[in-house]
Each structure stands twice: as C-alpha cells, then as structure tokens.
C-alpha cells in the first residue's frame, strides 16, 4: 500500500464530486429533451417526449450528422497521416528545425480558434475568388486536419519514444526491407496509438464550431451548425437537447471500448 | 525489384527517409498555415475603406493606436486572461485529484470505465452543455435551487458563470494529459516516499507534483488557449460582459474590418506564444 | 472579408439583416433588361435564402412550401442558405443562382451592381395584394421601377413582463439611468441597437439634429454612446439569439426590453409568464426583404413563378407565421392559423409600418444628405465594444 486509507478516500470523493460536476449539466441536458417548451425553459413545467417525436420527423439532422462524419472522417486521415510523419520524424531523425517544428505542429490547437479560422478564411478566399470559387466541405476538413495533427503526432511520439528503435533494427537485421519493417513490425506497436489518437482528433472536429464558421461553404451544415441554427430557428431548438442525449448514449461504448483497446500498460490517449 | 531499390536508396540516404516524411507536414504547417497566419497579421497594418468595404493596402499603425489609447481594449485583454487563468487553475484542481484516484488507487479494468465517463462528454455538443449551463445559472435554474435552502444566491449571468461554464467545457482536455503523464509515475517510487515515513502531503508535493507537472503544463495549453479563443460561451452565460475574441468576432462580423481584428488578434497570439516559450525552456513541451 | 455567421446570427437566422448601405453612393444604374413574358419553366431554381424561408420539410414535416412549389410549376428547389448579407452578395456575383431574399442593404448593393434585374410586376399577380406601403420604397425600387417583390417586414418592439411593468409608452422604460427595473432590462448584443438609441435621440434631444438613426456624425455617435453606456449599469444580460431571449424572459432574468414579436408569442405560448410588446412613440427599428431575380438568371421563368408563389396568400401567411414577421401579402391574413396574426404583427398597418426605422448598414456617406461626415459600420462596431466594457 503506498497510498494512505484517508488520501484515498479523499481521493474517491474528490473523483465522485468531479464527475458529479461533469455529469450534473448533462443530466440536465437529458431532462431539457423531454421539457416540452419550446426555448427549454428551466424548470420544465411538466414531461414530454414530444421533441424525441419531433427528431424522427426533422430529416435535417441525418444530413448534418452525415457531414460531421465526412468532415470528422476527412479530417483524421490527414491527421493520421501528417502527424504520424511528423512523429517518426520527429522520434527517428535530426534535422534542422526540429525543435521549431515540435512547436508548430501546437499551434494550431494553441491559438484561439477564431484566429485560425480567420487566417484560412483569407487564404481560401484569396485562392477560389479568382476561381469563381466558394468554400466548400474540403475547406472544412482542411481547417479541421491543421488542428488535428497535433492530437495524432502527441500519441505516435509518446509510443515511438516508448518502444525504441531496437525492435526495428532487429526486423531490419533479420533482412526485412523498410516497408516490411513498417508493415509487420513497427505499425503494429503503433496501431493502438494511432486509434486513441484518430478518435481523439475526430471528437475534436466532431464537435467544433468555430474553425468550421470561417471554412464551411455556403451549402455546408455540419452537426455543431445544425445545433447552433436550431438555437435560432423559431420553434424547434429543443431537439438539439434530444440530439446531444442521444450522442452521449451513443458514443459511451464506442469510447469506453476505445479505451480498453488502448490500454497497455499505457495512457488512454493523449491530447 | 523497383521497390527493393528503392528500399536500398533509402535504407542508405538517412536525410531523404526524413525528407520525405517532413516534405508535406512542413508544406501543409509551415508554408499554408504559418503563411496564412502572417498574411493576417500583416493585414494588421492595413484599414478598410469605408465605401467600398475593401482593404486598403497602405501601411499604417492607426490600428495599434486605437488599441492603445482606448481603455477599454487593456480591460477586455486582461479580463479574457484573467478569465483563462482562473479556468485553467480550476481545471487544474479538479483533474489532479481524478487523475491521481484513476491510475493509481483504481484496479486496472474499471479505468477505462472512469476515462470514457470523463470522455464522453466531449461527444455532447458543446453548444448544448453551454445551454444547459444557463439553465444552471438563470433565476430559479439549478444553482439557485441548490443554494436557496442555505439563504444564498446563485452568481447569475456575468464573469463568474463564464469562468466556471469554459471551466467545465475544458475540463476533459486537462484530465486526459495528467492522467496520460501518471505513468511516468511509477507505484514503486510513491510505495518508497511512504516507506520512508513521507506523509501523504509530502509525497504529494515532492514526489507527484514534480513528476506530473509537465503534463500539467501540457494540459494548461489547452485550457488556457481554449478559453482565450471562446467567444459563444460569454455570449450566452456572461450577462453583459465581453472578451477578447468577442472583439476579434465582432470586427471581423458584419463590420468587415479585417485589420482591426487582425490587430487585436496579436494579443492572445502573442500570449500564448509567450506562454510556449517559457514552458518549453521548462522542458515541459517534451512529453507534449 | 466575408462576413462571419455567427456573430451576427440574429440577422442570419431570422434574416433581418442591415439595409441600403450604399443609398448615397449616386452610381449609375445598369441597363439591365427587364423581362417581357413569362414562358414555361425550366425545372429548376437555384435560389439564396435566409434560414427558414424556402422550408421543404427536412426540418420539420409540417413545414414546407417548397415540394408543392415543384408539383405546381415542375422547378425543383435547389434553396443555398445564406448567413449574412454580404455571404448573399458575394454568392449573387458568382451568377450561378436565379434569386435571392435579399434584406435593406444588399439590395441597393446588387441593383447598382448590374446582379439583379428590374421585376415585371405585371408577370406577379400576387403583387398587386402587396401591402401599398411596401411598394416603391428606397430598399426595394429606384425610380418607381420595382427590382423586387416584398416578401416581410417585422420591427424590433419593446417587449414587457405584462405582470410586472406597466405599459411603457416610450423607450425611456430601457434607457433612464433610474429605472426601477435595474438588472432586469434587456437589449439586442449587435452595433446595430446602436439605432435604436439614436431613434430615441431624435425624440428626446432634437439639440442633437438626428435625422436617421443610421446616419451618425461623431457628435451624435458619441450621444449614443453615453446614452447607451447609462444603460448598462441596468442591463440583465444582453440577448442576440432567440433561445437566449425567450429563456431569459421565462426565468425573469429579464422584465423588458428590444425584442421581436415572435419571441414574445413563444413566451405566451408557454404560458409561464405573460410579455406584451408595444412600439412606444419614438417608433422602432425593423427589418423589410425582398426577393429579387438575377440579371443572369438561367431560370427566370421559375424565379418568377416562385416570386408569385411565396407572395401567394397561403405561402405568404405560412412563411410569416413560421418565420415570425409580418406578411407582405394583405390576403395572407385570411390564411393564417392563428386569426389573429396580423393583428398581432399590424400586417397591414400602414401607419405602424411608417413608425419603423428599417435597418440599414451605416456608411461614412450620410443617408440624409449631410455628406462624409458621418460614421460607418466599423465606428460603430468600436464603439460597441467600448459600451459593453
């Protein structure tokens, strides 16, 4: 035993009393999608199921949902990509700038979002206006990716700096070439980072609104847009309470799962 | 057996294996991102033409000064960072304690049940949980249901609601880089501290602190910039107070003045930047 | 720069939005060619729309005028929602779209522009019914010749607690630094409620020479600011979208202040506290659109039938009842759901209507014919921000 009995009691109650705080709003959450009022007024006057009747009649919000994925999906490829490169890089290599760029790949993340969105918003503009283009839903996903390396790139180093290279060397001894050395020996060290990362960095885009504000084409809705124009459209905001209800109830055991996978011995991802 | 010679060139030319794995991480951060970044900053200099709406490209500092000698713009920028200050400084109390009872008091299989407790909040929007923090905060709402027993009175809508509201919306992104940073402590080195007689505060203060706190800083990354770039939550809990990316928005809304926003957009990128720098001459960026 | 959705998605969502910013730049108008007959459509519409004004039913089932738009005429709806004026501009110009619901201030800015065409009010017969004080109007003609068809109007009322304020008869009820209602007054979060003070000026300090609330010189810019500066020290929490306001009221966070009439409807209907609205005799601030058909229009056969669709009594009473806003088509009134809508929103109220300050972008160049002297959007935007602190 190398915690006390009274610090890990103290320890449990500060826990339970921070997850009382996480989950107290989110269980007012759940109860708003069944207050029948329509701006979800606090308190509810009485229970209705009345806005969960209401979502299976919007279609509007499949579409959303169905956009957030792309985007979500878009966005953690390239992130899976880039930051991996970076990571081996990073982990494998010296090279001039390293250090410079073990700060770049944070910036994106570091910076208030409505700055880097601003940013891209001039540069996509200044690119597709002589084209007679708009923004559109790879400008999204482009937005998304910048500030999605970085969750990708945290995992892989933190496993690569783990693992060593003496695996590698051994497989490179053994004759393997390096594309067998990745494929059989080094991917399948950094799979589980790889998913704790690529679900990390697509609840990040998942959910995010502003970045998205300065990128989305005219046409384009993400989920977070749905939510945020229901809030303003006359007479149907509290689906948006049913839709996040639904999204917790949806996501606990994908997550939770995620979580179990990726747990060797080590963290449960890093941001 | 193309591929085998390409296997060769690079198993011999180091610096062309590293070359083609920076090649488009570094066109798609330094050149597209970093260029898009210093294209609004220098815009910055610039002012917008008040008939057509178009940006004057002439180099002037007219900006800067209205910065400058409006005081209310030193008011918004050190409330909005002192706002960031008290989020992360709370987030950093509540998620040491978790973080700590997860991976070192709880048995391995119900930590990954705890972690995705933690997690799954992120998945319910962040617009729906700022919403339900008003309910939380307005007259009658939760709080002041939960205090009206005691003869007390929730804060309201204002600058404490804000802080607490970023707190919560940001608490999982400290949670995950502290807990991710306890397995750098190992149980035998706290069985030790114990052994030697250490009281739990010493153990605590000597030996976990230390050890944990560049995860802390890593986590304080987030939260910090987080909150200084959160524009919506004030506008839906903070009564009448602004920020400074409520400015940044603003300027950039309707107004068009690009310029302007760009100006006052130094102010949290130059805090942060200061930030990384000083944090990572700590060494803390390494298990960033 | 485009201009950015969220910050001002009041405008966006609900569509009001800022109007004739360019009144008094003289440009020379465009020869545009006005068309002569209607022939057979072309079955498609590509058109821009605020939020909640070309409704299928995606969003909700009960709601939608656009699928027996295209039984009717055979023009599939391809609807692009904008968020702000200028994203409506800017999309007009890539001339890929037939229309736009355009608000006050980008429909100047596209009929000077060469991107809309002058409306042949003759191929709308639903125009005729338009309520008269919408017609000829500056947002929406130039020289007596339409370029539009009006499609709603609303104004920004003084909503009240009916249990708990007496009926205000002047906006003084928000702007006087001793009012009893301290910390429960509310007020629209956007540079343009700058307007509403400025109106409230133009009554009560004539010395200060207001002719348009839009058109500020300093001096008067600067009277504003004070006044609204006062006002905060009462204010509760400033409110820019409509969740937030109806929230606000219910909780009683909020007793009185600039509101819409819909916000107020959906207060009563759920029946928790009782808010009235009123125009107080300075007048208010509103909002007018229009729809418009574009110069380079490939289906302008359906633009115009669908121009003469959503003016159409029942679309028209649809749109406005769902939307919120007064319909521009006096027959809608009878094809309300609610019978006493237009009542509630003086519909055809001529004289309400004239009590309204269409909102309108503010511009160095004075709309009431002072010259540069006044001061713009940006001004205005900075002296926002020094009033909220």
């Not at chain 2, 709370?90 to 973080?99: C, Y």
């Not at chain 3, 980008?106 to 000077?112: D, E, V």
């Not at chain 3, 200060?208 to 204010?235: E, G």
Request: aromatic share 12%.
């Amino acid at each position: 035993m190398y915690l006390s009995r009274r610090a890990k009691l103290l320890l449990a109650s500060l826990t339970f009393g921070t997850l009382g705080f996480i989950y107290v709003p989110l269980l007012v959450v759940a109860l708003n999608s069944f207050n029948p009022s329509r701006t979800f007024s606090w308190p509810p006057q009485s229970l209705s199921t009345v806005w969960w009747g209401r979502l299976t009649e919007s279609n509007g919000v499949l579409p959303a949902i169905a956009t957030s994925i792309k985007v979500g999906l878009g966005a953690t490829a390239i992130a899976l990509v880039l930051g991996t490169c970076i990571a081996f890089a990073v982990s494998r290599y010296s090279f001039y700038g390293k250090n410079t760029l073990s700060l770049l790949v944070i910036f994106p993340i570091a910076l208030p979002g409505i700055i880097t969105g601003i940013a891209l918003n001039t540069t996509f503009h200044t690119f597709l206006d002589p084209l007679n283009k708009e923004l559109a839903l790879w400008t999204v996903v482009v937005g998304h990716a910048t500030f999605c390396i970085v969750v990708v790139y945290n995992n892989v180093l933190a496993r690569l700096r783990r693992m060593g290279q003496s695996l590698e060397e051994a497989s490179q001894d053994l004759g393997a070439n390096i594309f067998q050395t990745f494929r059989f020996v080094t991917f399948p060290l950094v799979r589980s980072a790889l998913v704790a990362g690529g679900l990390l960095a697509f609840a990040l885009s998942f959910d995010e609104i502003v970045v998205t504000t300065f990128t989305a084409g005219p046409g384009t809705e993400t989920l977070p847009q749905w939510i945020f124009n229901n809030l303003f459209r006359p007479n149907q905001a509290p689906i948006v309470n049913v839709v996040a209800t639904l999204l917790i109830v949806l996501f606990i055991f994908p997550v939770w799962l995620s979580q179990r996978f990726s747990q060797d011995g080590s963290a449960g991802g890093r941001l | 057996m193309r591929n085998n010679r390409v296997n060769t060139w690079l198993y011999r030319h180091k610096g062309a294996r590293a070359a083609l794995l920076l090649a488009l991480p570094v066109l798609w951060l330094a050149v597209a991102y970093l260029g898009s970044l210093a294209v609004m900053l220098i815009s910055s200099f610039w002012s917008v033409d008040s008939f057509t709406g178009n940006i004057v490209h002439s180099f002037a500092f007219s900006n800067f000064h209205t910065l400058i000698s409006q005081r209310v713009y030193s008011t918004i920028a050190i409330r909005s960072i002192g706002v960031a200050i008290a989020v992360t400084v709370i987030d950093g109390l509540l998620a040491i304690p978790i973080a700590l009872f997860i991976s070192k008091v709880l048995k391995p299989r119900f930590r990954s049940v705890v972690i995705a407790l933690v997690l799954v909040p992120l998945w319910a929007s962040y617009l729906v949980k700022t919403y339900a923090w008003r309910s939380m905060f307005a007259d009658g709402g939760v709080i002041s249901w939960i205090l009206k027993p005691f003869g007390l009175h929730g804060p309201g809508f204002g600058l404490p609601a804000t802080t607490i509201t970023l707190a919560y919306l940001w608490l999982p992104y400290m949670i995950l880089p502290i807990y991710a940073g306890m397995d750098r402590l190992p149980n035998t080195l706290l069985e030790a501290s114990s052994d030697l007689g250490a009281s739990a505060r010493r153990t605590f203060t000597s030996i976990i602190l230390p050890i944990i706190y560049p995860a802390i800083i890593a986590g304080s990354i987030f939260t910090f910039s987080l909150s200084l770039g959160d524009y919506i939550v004030v506008k839906i809990v903070g009564g009448t107070t602004q920020l400074v990316a409520n400015v940044i928005a603003d300027n950039v809304g309707t107004a068009g003045n690009l310029p302007f926003a760009a100006a006052m957009a130094l102010l949290p990128i130059g805090t942060i930047l200061g930030y990384l720098f000083i944090v990572r001459r700590s060494g803390a960026l390494e298990n960033f | 720069m485009r201009t950015k959705k969220i910050v001002i998605a009041s405008f966006a969502a609900l569509g009001l939005a800022i109007a004739s910013a360019t009144a008094g730049v003289a440009a020379s108008l465009p020869n545009v060619p006005m068309q002569k007959s209607l022939g057979k459509g072309e079955g498609t519409l590509n058109i821009i729309v605020w939020a909640g004004y070309a409704e299928n039913g995606s969003n909700d089932k009960t709601v939608d005028w656009v699928n027996p738009f295209t039984k009717a005429t055979g023009c599939k709806v391809n609807a692009k929602t904008a968020g702000t004026s200028d994203e409506m501009v800017s999309l007009m110009k890539t001339g890929g779209y037939d229309g736009v619901s355009a608000s006050g201030d980008a429909t100047l800015r596209l009929i000077y522009g060469g991107q809309v065409a002058p409306v042949n009010t003759a191929l709308v017969p639903n125009y005729k019914t338009i309520s008269s004080f919408l017609k000829g109007q500056q947002w929406n003609s130039v020289n007596g010749q339409m370029y539009g068809i009006p499609h709603g109007w609303g104004a920004n009322v003084l909503a009240y607690n009916a249990a708990k304020v007496k009926k205000p008869t002047s906006w003084s009820a928000v702007f006087a630094a001793n009012s009893p209602y301290k910390g429960q007054i509310t007020a629209y979060d956007s540079p343009i409620y700058i307007a509403d003070a400025a109106m409230y000026l133009m009554a009560t300090q004539p010395k200060l020479k207001i002719t348009n609330p839009y058109s500020l010189d300093k001096t008067q810019l600067a009277a504003a600011v004070t006044l609204l500066k006062v006002q905060k020290k009462n204010i509760g929490e400033y409110w820019s979208d409509y969740t937030k306001s109806v929230q606000s009221f219910e909780s009683s966070n909020t007793l009185l202040g600039s509101s819409w009439q819909v916000i107020a409807n959906t207060i009563n209907g759920d029946k928790k506290v009782t808010v009235a609205t009123t125009v107080p005799k300075e007048g208010a601030t509103g909002w007018s659109d229009t729809w418009m058909i574009s110069s380079k229009a490939q289906h302008p056969n359906c633009m115009y039938q669908w121009m003469n669709w959503i003016t159409s009594p029942t679309v028209n009473a649809q749109v406005a009842e769902y939307f919120g806003e007064a319909p521009s088509q006096t027959l809608a009134c009878s094809h309300t759901v609610d019978k006493s809508f237009c009542t509630t929103y003086h519909a055809t109220d001529a004289a309400y209507a004239k009590k309204i300050w269409y909102w309108t972008t503010p511009t160095t160049n004075c709309l009431d014919g002072r010259g540069n002297i006044c001061t713009d959007y940006a001004a205005w935007t900075q002296a926002w921000t020094s009033i909220k602190g």
